[in-house]
Structures are given as structure tokens and as C-alpha cells.
């Protein structure tokens, strides 16, 4: 067994073979923090998440990098306006950072709500300002990038007719021929700046209003979208690493610019497996402003969007985003959500129940075929998450036993129709499979109203026990209550409460 | 009533006036997150954040900026010399940005199980490298720093010489004397470089080894430490600010440091008001490694130090630590700790059930001693958080309203004694106080182990009632677990289980 992945650079899957095992840099285009993370976010951080996790299981010393975008054009709605009077105090103004802050931190409590790890660095876009200044000089020297009026854009057309000789065409990843693109390509914004509409900014001069501006040999101005990743990758993965990952609408321009850039400077294509998650539908349409259906994270949490008839907890969204591989188109809708809750629930409620239970590794099996079928079942597992992350056929697999584990539950079949050692290698693999793999958390549900509504019903079965005389149960209700550490109080008139040690 | 705030610089209480009401712009010194925070972070980490929380609840629009320090000299044990090995790949190698994240994580989760308030800005030292020199270079250009083998020095001498004829010294905020100082500071590395032993690094030359690395005009190499906190306040609260905060251990040199660069470049002192916690001593002692007392925040929260008996929830540190005035010195010990814990439940439950219950404002008083006292200390609770956060004082007061409330509740008094409109207001200002000032959260207490404890009483006492033919009780246990969503299961053979919905 090998793990296989999709190399969208390759359009083929691949076994996967890391430069420098056991070693594994991977880079991850995270999100730029000028907004609040919504579904369209989740899909890859938890794609890329369960890729870590498994080249983790599988041994290798990853460095996962993900990088948060904070550098830009920053606005909260209705405030810019306001910000462009610039004769205010500094208090006074809008300041970028601010909604950096804002929603860098809401960005990093839905992925930990998701139980995403955090990656090994997050370099932010900001903090390596100096960095992408330096690549932006070594691509000038070489002739790549030229200057316009305090802006510095990269070459594409020069790029394109260099690199298609050394069978490196711009438009290698994404499959975009450089002629097509000249022939469509609507005009921009400063293109009379630049040499031709193809060319992308890597510094932008900072237009008077602008707030986010840092000095450059170009004068003061802000790096272009493009370059971070290049910087960023290099810096802390070197010059060619393993897996580049993103969703696919980061392909073009986004990811083919990155690979420009970073030939340019390191004379190599920066990464070996270009991986690209499939984009979330909401009820068969594209999401967007125009069609209102853009879901936060914290709106899916809370179930306050329009859309939803209902909170949804985020193992539900991390478990029907896992339902599908990753590569497949997935549609989001309310329906689909609840279909997933409930089967998440069903698959738990077994694991949970056999987790707990204890089983001898000597007793035989008195079903051999059933023996057989569970321990196939379970072996397929790894198999799957190596055919490029089949996290579907993972989660059908998991769903296989469920009716066995739930047999067993009802006693509809007994523990030794499977042998000890099955039924062990069962619990295992589903702890791996479903904790540390798939990364889903047991969810305790358990809420403070539950336990009191349980206490005030113990309370009052003491109560009549006492009122039959009969001591024996109201003593036995006190007595393990206070052993686990509930006191109950105030009993003389009717009116009882509790304190918990 | 105004707000009046122990000013270090004027060594005296002084009414809180902001340059540009409502604009309040504070800067805290943060943490240097190259190991985890321990429980000396927590003390000025709580006391600004009730300081944020007191001038948001006064109408002020604050933005609080707390700094992180990640550049600089990152080790983590045993990984150091490991680093220093060059010729390894990139993949291979100590990243010092790995430290960062590991360790900032860690940070912002012990800030959040404190209830702590994020600011509005935690701007980080790599992040602002081209502030920094920018600053140096003004610092340069003004004749107070000079380079020395591509490291830069601030010329303290010199600055002290100018500065002193303006009434601003150098140690204005400490108080000690410059001469002092030249006679008493022992040598130090690189010190041949310097002028003089007193002066301090703004820039420093990077050895081969060291990896943290950044492009400046006198070469490779890295920020001192306090030029981070002088570039970032002026940055994001501009020339004169309101208020600096931070340790009283930081007063010198780092703060006397930061006034000195700050000047030069601003020509004016940094902050108007700065104010400074008192330290943590653990039983007694200092803390430090050499005493084996560094209790980080992680093993006071599991228990696991070895000079606690029991893990201490988030909530008891930070009551704890309230339970002073910030300038006070505070003795940590475990018995402390324990005492804190069993006031803070005192409390809590008392104000919880307090918080329960429906007074109506129209209902007259018939004790109006009791009346009036309640009325006391509550009106009491501002004055004592405007004269200089007296937080120990709040404190004092919600303990002498506790017996009144646990008075009420086992019916020693009666609700009449107090009018209902004081009884609201005594509501009122505790949630205010308790929850928004001091930042004190209820905590929930509840574990699925208690809520699985409980619910096997109620399933045993089910059966003994079904055994003795109390099909009354075994029918209203399982209707009002079912009314709760939870469901008996599988009670056919003695074996007991239930599932929640």
C-alpha cells in the first residue's frame, strides 16, 4: 500500500513519494481575515486537515503551513467612508488591523470548533512584508518584473515564451492557454500601466487613502495577492516542497502566478502534488452575495441563516463534508445537513457503545464468515484514505458495521459470533478511522438544564420515599448524591436545591 | 465620580482624562511566546483586562493593543543545538515560526479559559520589521543611536545629556539615576561595541547561526527588544497615547527604553498614564526556575505542578487574583488557591440563585436599614473600581451582600424586607459587576460523568420501585427522563443503558 493523490499538475493520481522523507512540507492557501469564514471555507481546511492527519498516522513529519491573508484592501461594511477622512486622529480611523484582529479570531474558533489542528505556521501576509520585497527584486533582476508608476507587475508574456521552451508554459497547473487568455481577458484597472492585460501586480503603489502601506524601493505601497504565497512557501518550506493544496478556484489565477514567481526565483516549479478540493454548492447554485446564500460558520453553529431550519453542531458539517471526497462537487442544502446529523448520531451512538465494551483476544469466532466480513471492512479502511483521501468509501465502510455493532448491542447476535481479536482490531481501527483520521469528536451534548431536570427528579422520588417511610431508598439517594458530589440542601419545606463540590 | 489611576510616571493617583474622549488608545505589553504562559502572565493579562472592561463600561471606545514578541532568540530544550546544524534541509531544521505558533496558541487559549477579552489589536514583532527600522533610521538620523558591526545602539549618555535639560531624564518613569547605573551595570556580551555599557541594542547583527533573520541597512539581523513596542504603539495609537500598561518588572529598562526611542522620534512622551501591576510571589518567594516555582498555566488549570494538590479552575486564578488591588503585592500559594475556590462558589451560588429569582419594583421596603444598606454597597462598587481599580474592595462588598442573599433564600428574611426596585438593583449591578467588570464567568460545572452517575441512580431506583410493585414511581422515572430526551434501554436482563436525543 502507498498513499495515492490527485496531482492537478499532472491530471492523474500519483503515489505519493515526499523529497525528503520522512520529512513532508505541504502549503495551504488559508483565508484572507476581512470577513467572516463561511461554508466555502470549511471544505478545504477540512480536506487539507484530514491530509495532515493521516500523513501524521502514516509516520511522516509534516510541516503544514497556512497562511492568514491580512494585508490589502480592508473594509468593514459602511466604515470606509468614513476612514477616508484622513485629517481625524489616529483613534479615530478605521484601522485594518482591528479587523484583522476580528476575524482572525473567529476564523480560529470555527476551526477549532471543526477540530481542525492547527497547522505548524500561519504565517500572516504582514509579517513578511521584507521577504516579499526581496523575491519582488530577485524576479526584477532577472528581467521577469517591471516597474510602472510605483506599481512593480511580473511579466507574464516574457515568462510565457522563456518557460514554454523549457516545457514550463504559464498556464501549466490550471491548463490555460496564454492566448486564449490575451484574446478574453477584460480590460483592468491601471492597465495602461502595464505592458500587457495578462500581467499581475506584485507591489502596488498606495493610493493617498489607502491605510495598509509599508516602504519599498518602489516607494510606499502594499504587495499584490500573489507573492505572499511564493514568499511564505519559500521561506519555510525551501524551494521545493511536497503538496500545495487549495481549492480549485485558486488555481487561476492564483496558483499558476505562485508557480511563476517561484520558478523565476528558485529555477524550479515550487511544488511536486498540486491538491485542489472540489467547491461547495447550496441547493444546486453557486455561492454568492447575489443569491443570498452565503453561509457563515457561525450562522451554520447557530442556525440563523435563512437557509436553515435548524443549528447544526460543527461534527455535523465536518462529517457531511467528509461524506464526499474531496475531488467530487458537493452540494450543500438543509436537507442534506439533517440527513447527516442523523446518521452521524447513528454511526456514533455504535461506536461509543462498543467502545466501552470489553472483549478476551483468545475467544474464537463462532461465525467465521461474519469474522471475515468485519475484518475486511476494517482493512479497507487505510485502503481508501490511500486512494486519494476516499473519505465516502471510508465513511459507507463505517456505516457497514454499524448494523453488526448494533446487533451485538441488542443481543441479537452474541460477542463470540466474532472473535476476541476481531472485535479488538474493530474497536481500534474505528478509533483511528473516526477520532484521528476523519478528526470527529465525541460531542458530550451534556448541558447543565439535563442534570438539573435529573437532580430535581431524584430529589423528589427521595421525597415520596420519605413520605412512605421508606428510609432505605431516600438514604441510598443522599448517600450517592453526595459521593458524587451533589449536596442536596434546603430540604424542610418543599423547596430543595443543590450544590455540586 | 471620575476615574482616577495610579500614574508611575507622576507616582501618584490621578483622574483618568483622555487626550481625545471618547478615544481611549492603551497599549499592554504582551507576551514573549517562545514557551508557554505561566501563572506570572496571568496577573497584568487580568488586571488590564479589567481595566478594558471598566473604560468600555464608562462609554469610552478603547482600542487595546497587546503586542506579541516573536522575534528574537527562540530555543526550545534540546532543539537548540540541533538547529544549529546548517547544512541540513530546510524541512529538517528548528523553525523558530513552529515555537510561535505552538506557543501563541497556547496563549490565546489560556486568555480565553480567563475570560479574558481579546483586544482590538495584537500586532506581532515580526510583523513589523520595516516599522522598526524605519524608526531606527529616524533614531540614527537624529544622532541618539549609531552602528557598530552592523548592530545599532541607542546612545543613552547622549540622550540623558539633551533630554535632561527638558525635565525628561533618562529613568523618568523608574526613577533611577543615570549615574547609578553607569556605576552598578555589570559588563555585557558585545559591550566593547557599545559606547557605552549602559547603551542598549535597537538592531543586532545576526550570527550565521541564528535563524531568525530579516534584510536592514546595516545588514542581516533582528530587532532589540524594545524597539517592538515603541514602532507598534506609535503605529496604532500614534504619537501620545492614553495609557501603558504592563508588569511592574517592566518599568526598567524596557518602558525607560521605550520612552527614550519614542521621544526622540515623537518629541513628546509616549503615554500619558503608566501603569504598572504589582508581581506574583509564590509562597513567599520570587518566582523562577532556580526555586522550581514556575507553575505555567496549563498545570495550574490540571493540577499537575507539584506544589498544588488539585487542579484550579480559570475562574478561581482570576478571582484569586482580583481579590487584590493591582498594585499590591499577591502571594500564590495552594492553600490560597483553595480558599479562593470555596469564596468564589460562596459567591457564585449566591448570586446565581439571587439572579433567578422576580422582584417587583413596586413592593415597598419594611426593613429600611437593610434597605438602605444593600443600597450602600452596591452604589459603593463604582467608587471603589474609580479609585484606582480597587478590585479587592468590590470584592469585600459582594461578600457582605452574600449572607443578605442566603438570608433571603432559607427564608430568614423575607423578600418584603427589601423594596423590590433595590432588589433589582442589587440584581442589576452584581451581573454588572460580577460577570462585566470582573470578568467572572459562571462556570457549568456539569461532566457527562456526573449526568451518567445520576441518571444510573434514577435507572436503579426504577428498579427496586418495580420490584416492589411501585409501578407509580417506575412509570414517573421513566416518563420524566423520556420528557428530558432521555431514553432507558435494554432493561430485560439487569443490564441498563440509555441514549440521549
Given amino acids: 500500500m502507498a498513499l495515492k493523490i490527485y496531482n492537478s499538475l499532472t491530471r492523474q493520481k500519483e503515489v505519493f513519494e515526499p523529497i525528503n522523507a520522512p520529512y513532508v512540507g505541504m502549503y495551504v492557501c488559508g483565508p484572507t481575515v476581512s470577513g467572516e469564514s463561511h461554508l466555502g ?3 478545504p481546511f477540512i480536506t487539507f486537515d484530514v491530509l495532515y492527519r493521516y500523513l501524521l498516522h502514516l509516520g511522516y513529519k509534516v510541516r503544514y503551513v497556512r497562511n492568514i491573508t491580512d494585508a490589502g484592501h480592508f473594509e468593514e461594511e459602511g466604515k ?20 484583522v484582529q476580528k476575524y482572525t479570531h473567529l476564523y480560529h474558533w ?3 470548533q471543526f477540530n481542525n489542528l492547527p497547522p505548524s505556521i500561519e504565517p500572516t501576509a504582514t509579517g513578511h512584508i521584507i ?25 507574464v508574456i516574457k515568462y510565457n515564451e522563456v518557460y514554454s521552451k523549457k516545457n514550463q508554459p504559464y498556464g501549466i497547473l490550471s491548463g490555460r ?20 492585460k495578462v500581467d499581475f501586480a506584485l507591489w502596488k503603489k498606495a493610493p493617498v487613502e489607502h491605510i495598509m502601506r509599508w516602504q519599498s524601493p518602489w516607494g510606499e505601497g502594499f504587495p499584490g495577492w500573489h507573492i505572499e504565497c511564493s514568499a511564505m512557501a519559500t521561506k519555510y518550506l525551501g524551494k521545493k516542497f511536497d503538496i500545495h493544496g487549495g481549492g480549485m478556484d485558486l488555481q487561476f489565477p492564483h496558483h499558476e502566478c505562485e508557480i511563476a514567481q517561484s520558478t523565476v526565483c528558485n529555477h524550479e516549479l515550487p511544488a511536486r502534488y498540486w491538491v485542489h478540493n472540489n467547491m461547495i454548492t447550496i441547493n444546486g447554485r453557486k455561492m454568492g452575495k447575489s443569491y443570498n446564500n452565503v453561509v457563515k460558520l457561525s450562522e451554520l453553529f447557530d ?3 435563512p437557509i436553515l431550519t435548524q443549528a447544526y453542531s460543527p461534527m455535523t458539517v465536518r462529517f457531511f463534508i467528509l461524506q464526499s471526497q474531496y ?7 438543509n436537507e442534506a445537513l439533517q440527513a447527516s446529523e442523523k446518521a452521524l448520531r447513528r454511526l456514533m451512538d455504535a461506536y461509543e457503545w462498543l467502545k466501552a465494551q470489553s472483549f478476551t483476544s483468545e475467544k474464537k469466532s463462532t461465525d467465521a464468515s461474519l469474522d471475515q466480513q468485519l475484518k475486511t471492512w476494517v482493512n479497507e ?15 459507507a465502510n463505517l456505516f457497514e458495521m454499524v448494523p453488526v455493532i448494533n446487533s451485538l448491542k441488542d443481543k441479537h447476535i452474541t460477542a463470540e459470533a466474532v472473535s476476541g481479536a476481531t472485535w479488538q482490531l474493530v474497536q481500534a481501527q474505528l478509533t483511528l478511522f473516526i477520532e484521528q483520521v476523519l478528526g470527529i469528536k465525541v460531542e458530550s451534548g451534556v448541558n447543565k438544564k439535563q442534570l438539573n431536570g435529573v437532580i430535581h427528579l431524584l430529589i423528589d422520588i427521595r421525597k415520596e420515599a420519605k413520605a412512605k417511610k421508606d428510609f432505605a431508598t431516600s438514604d441510598k439517594i443522599r448517600n450517592q448524591l453526595l459521593e458524587m458530589g451533589i449536596q442536596i440542601k434546603d430540604e424542610k419545606d418543599g423547596e430543595v436545591s443543590f450544590t455540586f463540590s
Same sequence: chains 1, 2.
Avoid: C, W
Avoid at 131 to 155: L, P, R
Avoid at 327 to 333: E, M, Y
Fill in 41 to 43: 471555507h470549511a471544505r
Fill in 80 to 99: 470606509v467612508a468614513e476612514d477616508k477622512i484622513t485629517s481625524k486622529a489616529i483613534l479615530e480611523k478605521l484601522e485594518p488591523m482591528e479587523l
Fill in 177 to 196: 492557454n496564454l492566448e486564449d487568455q490575451l484574446d478574453t481577458t477584460r480590460e483592468l484597472d491601471n492597465q495602461d500601466e502595464k505592458k500587457n
Fill in 381 to 395: 479502511l487505510p485502503e481508501f484514505m490511500e486512494d486519494d483521501l476516499n473519505t465516502a468509501k471510508v465513511v
Fill in 327 to 333: 475531488r467530487g462537487t458537493l452540494d450543500f442544502s
Fill in 303 to 305: 442556525g440563523s441563516h
Fill in 110 to 112: 470555527a476551526m477549532d
Fill in 131 to 155: 521577504e516579499q520585497i526581496e523575491m519582488i527584486k530577485k524576479i526584477m533582476t532577472d528581467g521577469f518584473a517591471y516597474e510602472a508608476n510605483g506599481s512593480v507587475y511580473f511579466d
